[in-house]
């Protein structure tokens, strides 16, 4: 089920978000709760040769669309996603050459919530953390805001 779900997105980013392609960001995983993406260093890369920050940015933001994206799949629902707010903290360079962003767990009275609030309203809106790190800690730290509706 889950491949299914990773294809499904893929699909999607590919129809939807075409800067997906050349930026080389794919989905690598999803467990029914956080997804990991990743993107080569190489066309996402600065005159420093490590990751540009609005690439890293851009994985970020994606990674938390993908995940309400694919909470939603996993409801049978669908619905206009868009990011409302983000705040991210560049910690240190990265330099690896396959960037993977995961997101972080998101509390399940929050998930319960969103969930209601968009049967009951047609509108929700949920907050999704994500990072990029290494074995020595967060070197990118997401958090954004994203609006559904139905």
Same mark, same amino acid.
């Given at each position: 089920?889950?491949?299914?779900?990773?294809?499904?997105?893929?699909?999607?980013?590919?129809?939807?978000?075409?800067? #997906?392609?050349?930026?080389?960001?794919?989905?690598?995983?999803?467990?029914?709760?956080?997804?990991?993406?990743?993107?080569?260093?190489?066309?996402?890369?600065?005159?420093?040769?490590?990751?540009?920050?609005?690439?890293?940015?851009?994985? #970020?933001?994606?990674?938390?669309?993908?995940?309400?994206?694919?909470?939603?799949?996993?409801?049978?629902?669908?619905?206009?996603?868009?990011?409302?707010?983000?705040?991210?903290?560049?910690?240190?360079?990265?330099?690896?050459?396959?960037?993977?962003?995961?997101?972080?767990?998101?509390?399940?009275?929050?998930?319960?919530?969103?969930?209601?609030?968009?049967?009951?309203?047609?509108? $929700?809106?949920?907050?999704?953390?994500?990072?990029?790190?290494?074995?020595?800690?967060?070197?990118?730290?997401?958090?954004? $805001?994203?609006?559904?509706?139905?």
């Amino acid at each position: 089920m889950h491949d299914a779900a990773l294809k499904k997105l893929q699909q999607t980013l590919a129809a939807e978000m075409p800067i #997906c392609t050349p930026m080389g960001i794919v989905p690598t995983s999803w467990d029914g709760l956080q997804l990991a993406m990743q993107m080569p260093l190489a066309p996402n890369r600065n005159h420093q040769y490590s990751a540009f920050a609005g690439s890293l940015n851009a994985l #970020c933001t994606i990674v938390g669309w993908g995940t309400v994206f694919l909470m939603l799949h996993r409801e049978g629902l669908a619905g206009n996603i868009v990011i409302r707010r983000s705040q991210i903290r560049y910690h240190r360079p990265v330099r690896a050459e396959a960037i993977v962003a995961r997101g972080l767990l998101i509390d399940g009275d929050d998930v319960g919530f969103f969930f209601e609030l968009l049967r009951s309203k047609g509108r $929700s809106k949920i907050e999704v953390s994500t990072e990029i790190a290494d074995d020595q800690g967060a070197l990118v730290s997401f958090h954004g $805001s994203y609006v559904v509706q139905d």
